[in-house]
């Protein structure tokens, strides 16, 4: 009926009514008056009448000034910014149109296939150098597909393109918040596109009917019926979509690890840890981390990840762009992070996008969670050793929110529980506490502001007391300009801080501490030209101030002298490009370059030595004295980043980079763990910066409808300049620094492989690492090499690397999960021989890290129960019983050796040697 009324008002159009050239002549002007008054002001001075909707024309205003203009001048003007189009009869009648136009003509061919199938189909065959008219026509297909229906743009005669660009803006609709990495399809057809960090997509369209869908992880889908007649821009507000389903099928995203152009990235949302079984029933998304490939750490009670052969100083762990130092409580057992406040991880261990640096190995990018705008929700845990709760709290309704976190541990109650002695009177115990604020000012503007404390006590031996703590803040203003750029102004402060309080029997009793205090500002801008290309660009400044070391007398009879090590400081600075280009649909890249530049400032006294030779006391010239903010030396160059993706099937694909980095900064240590007591040391005169450079490739292939993820990823790593200790250093508290380290290279190579279930009743993955790290120091003089100058393995060089995690859900209520983990024993240095010179004895030991500790492998277990799903409840439960290393084992976590009556004895030590089981419960409300 519809196409019959249709053809039929063309034909009463072309024959009855057809328009004349009109060559009336007009003079009005008028100044922000509704477009309803002009058409008044019109209708009084000439014969015209108009014929339109009022609901076309609510809020439009208008301002003019024509001298003698024709009636199609003045509309053309007045109709430039909307949807509106007009219509001329020869008596003087303007009929207005919206979006269309109204044609007293058909194109040539019109009949060739029949009415209804060229009313449908018109626009797919236009002829040369002919406007093609956009028509829409109703199939049975969009009958039954009850959708809105929105009309983008206007027709026009000037127009007639093959393809029209949409643009817009997706936000969760609850929070306010851009949606990244969204997929936008259009039904039927092979065209789609993703949303960008910031929410941002743009997809060209054939002119006319388009069905829209939208898909995402954890958002409803979402369709709309899209008519387009030009360029133009819809925006997307998105419920979140939570449902409680026999299975659930995720499927946006599902091809993001073979289709993703850079290498080497993990997202792990905090979510997944809760079926994890971990030491003492915690939630950690990092130890979630070391169970992926290429991720480790030293050991249990060790603190700190090594990444594909990587110091633990080469990761940046950044919490809402604010970077933590020590992201762990405990000696790494616990994060220092509120589970139920940490929205997830996104780990960069292969291509590191071109706005980071300063670190060689990793990005560890931690978001926290937006807070509901809508209803106040809280979440909370109690366990044997900690409780947790978090709360979200609507400020203003549908505009701003704030989250409060807090944590605290009561592990002492255990200590005093054990029949060590030694054990008994020590003392173990931390917290962190956490809020964000989220405003969303307009549809273009919103801002996030994050605060972060957490401290750790704790005295192993009764005569000492040892502390330190984290502190950040972290601001971020996020701007829209229009459709194709928005930015990110970002502002963060960090600190990190330990002390060591020391009461002994003697008159020695001190107070010894330390700090690193940083203060970053940065732009980040993002440019969409087109839907091949999206830009990232931007500046960062980065102020260093540290404190190496203070020593003060605890008490009045204290002996010890008040001493401290001179402050340093340092700015860092870095300008960035990055773009990422789709060449073809299925070649990929994404390229960047970043300079950077480090410069050490004053005040400060810096020590001269010979050149070519060892530093020490007896090459030493003198000093250098620097005034506040002088420049002792500077450090920098570009950092390329490159990364290429080629897609064989949808489903397969192959990926290589190039990266190379800057390391301004270094720890500190000799021990052959991380310990909260190592200390950060910036580049000076004397200690050159970290350089590196790593290289890529690797096979990505999904199987059975994206269920399954397979991957194999293979890279090189080269690195120059890396800092460790001499023999019998010491570090703390010396303001002679340089004579104690020694600077050399660094290589590591590995294999890593993934296969990864990600849906079903059982569902985990399968890791394996096959890696090698090993450093080299040769210098041309004894003092400066070790090991003979050869390669020798670093202390976290695990050549296997196994893990195993699944989880089976036997109902909707009960799972069970396994994790077991399986790694090759670190490097240690053994001693091997003892000798006597002059009546005294001596052990030989032999090179450094030449033998290992025994294999590390671990069995957890655990049960999780969720409470009923009735949706009217105060609070929905969630139980968690597990065991941690269910079969005892006792895995070394150093080796040391005591010399006892004329022998030299080893001994091992052990953080868990026992089963630990335990028991979580936690509540949403």
């Known amino acids: 009926m519809k196409r019959v009324i249709f053809v039929f008002y063309l034909f009463f159009l072309g024959n009855l009514a057809m328009a004349q050239q009109d060559t009336t002549k007009i003079s009005i002007s008028f100044n922000e008056i509704s477009i309803e008054s002009v058409f008044a002001k019109i209708e009084e001075s000439t014969h015209y009448q108009f014929y339109y909707l009022n609901d076309w024309l609510v809020d439009k205003s208008a301002s003019g000034n024509f001298k003698e203009a024709t009636l199609n001048q003045i509309l053309d003007k007045l109709f430039k910014d909307t949807s509106l189009n007009f ?43 002919i406007f093609t008219p956009v028509f829409y026509g109703q199939n049975s297909t969009d009958e039954i597909l009850e959708v809105e229906t929105v009309r983008i743009g206007k027709e026009s005669l000037r127009n007639g393109q ?126 979630v981390a070391t169970k992926l490939p290429g991720i480790t750490n030293a050991g249990e009670g060790a603190t700190g990840l090594n990444v594909r052969g990587g110091k633990t100083d080469q990761n940046l762990v950044l919490l809402d762009n604010s970077v933590i130092y020590n992201p762990t409580h405990f000696f790494g057992i616990f994060q220092a992070l509120n589970p139920f406040v940490t929205k997830g991880v996104q780990i960069y261990k292969g291509n590191i996008p071109v706005e980071f640096g300063g670190r060689l190995s990793s990005v560890f990018d931690i978001s926290t969670i937006d807070g509901n705008k809508e209803k106040f929700t809280g979440e909370a845990s109690i366990g044997p050793v900690t409780s947790n709760i978090a709360l979200q709290i609507p400020i203003v309704e549908e505009k701003s929110s704030l989250v409060i976190g807090g944590r605290g541990a009561y592990s002492d109650w255990i200590l005093r529980s054990l029949e060590n002695e030694d054990l008994k009177n020590s003392e173990a115990s931390f917290y962190d506490v ?79 501490g330390y700090s690193i205090d940083e203060t970053e500002l940065k732009l980040k801008l993002n440019y969409l030209p087109d839907s091949l290309h999206t830009i990232d660009y931007g500046l960062s400044a980065k102020l260093y101030s540290i404190k190496p070391g203070y020593i003060e007398p605890l008490g009045s009879e204290s002996v010890i002298n008040s001493s401290s090590i001179p402050k340093e400081r340092g700015l860092e600075a870095a300008i960035f490009l990055g773009d990422n280009f789709q060449v073809t649909e299925k070649l990929g890249l994404s390229a960047g370059i970043r300079y950077s530049l480090f410069a050490a400032l004053g005040e400060s006294e810096q020590r001269n030595y010979i050149a070519d030779q060892p530093k020490n006391e007896g090459t030493f010239l003198g000093t250098t004295s620097y005034g506040k903010n002088e420049v002792i030396e500077t450090y920098g160059g570009p950092e390329i980043r490159a990364s290429a993706r080629y897609l064989f099937t949808p489903d397969f694909s192959v990926k290589a980079s190039y990266n190379s980095m800057y390391q301004y900064i270094h720890t500190l240590s000799n021990t052959t763990t991380v310990s909260p007591i190592d200390t950060w040391k910036l580049s000076d005169s004397n200690i050159e910066p970290q350089k590196g450079s790593q290289y890529s490739l690797g096979f990505f292939k999904n199987f059975d409808d994206n269920n399954y993820e397979l991957s194999l990823e293979g890279y090189y790593k080269k690195s120059t300049d890396i800092l460790d200790f001499k023999t019998g250093a010491q570090l703390l508290l010396n303001d002679q620094i340089e004579t104690e380290v020694l600077q050399g290279e660094g290589r590591a190579y590995g294999l890593e492989f993934l296969l990864r279930k990600n849906s ?15 450093i080299r120091f040769d210098g041309q003089f004894a003092e400066e090499r070790i090991n003979e100058g050869a390669y020798f393995p670093s202390n976290y060089d695990k050549p296997h690397d196994l893990s195993l995690v699944a989880n089976y859900k036997f109902t909707r209520r009960y799972s069970a999960s396994v994790n077991f983990s399986y790694q090759t024993g670190r490097p240690i240095t053994y001693p091997i021989g003892q000798y006597n010179f002059r009546d005294s004895e001596y052990v030989f030991y032999s090179n450094r890290n030449e033998f290992r500790i025994p294999d590390y492998y671990r069995l957890d277990i655990g049960i999780n129960i969720e409470g009923n799903h009735k949706i009217k409840k105060f609070a929905h439960s969630f139980w968690n019983v597990s065991v941690y290393n269910v079969l005892g084992r006792a895995n070394p976590y150093s080796v040391f050796f005591v010399s006892e009556q004329g022998e030299v004895k080893a001994y091992k030590s052990s953080i868990f040697s026992i089963p630990i089981p335990s028991i979580t419960y936690n509540f949403k409300f």
């Open 87 to 129: 219509y001329v009869l020869n008596d003087k009648k303007v009929i207005l149109s919206k979006n269309n136009i109204i044609y007293d003509e058909l194109p040539g061919g019109f009949f060739k296939k029949g009415i209804q199938d060229t009313l449908i189909t018109i626009s797919e065959a236009p002829q040369e150098n």
């Open 162 to 287: 093959k393809n029209y660009r949409l643009s817009g803006y997706i936000k969760n609709l609850e929070t306010g918040r851009p949606i990244r990495d969204l997929t936008l399809l259009v039904r039927n057809g092979k065209i789609g596109t993703v949303t960008n960090v910031d929410g941002y997509y743009e997809i060209d369209l054939p002119p006319g009917l388009n069905i829209l869908e939208t898909k995402a992880l954890g958002v409803k889908s979402q369709q709309k019926r899209v008519i387009i007649y030009s360029d133009g821009q819809l925006d997307f507000d998105l419920e979140e979509g939570i449902e409680q389903l026999d299975e659930v099928v995720v499927e946006a995203d599902q091809r993001k690890n073979v289709e993703e152009e850079i290498t080497g990235t993990t997202i792990i949302v905090a979510e997944e840890s809760k079926d994890i079984p971990l030491v003492l029933g915690e939630r950690n998304i990092l130890s």
């Open 434 to 512: 956490i809020a964000n604020y989220t405003h969303e000012i307009d549809e273009n503007n919103s801002i996030k502001a994050t605060g972060h404390y957490s401290k750790d006590s704790f005295s192993i031996t009764t005569d000492s007391l040892h502390q330190y703590s984290n502190r950040l803040f972290s601001l971020e203003w996020n701007h829209r300009f229009n459709e194709k750029n928005s930015g990110h102004l970002l502002f963060n402060n960090s600190e990190y801080a330990f002390e060591i309080d020391y009461d002994g029997l003697s008159n020695n009793d001190f107070n010894l």
């Open 760 to 774: 079903g009743r059982i569902n985990g993955w399968l890791g394996y690492t096959y890696s090698r790290s090993e």
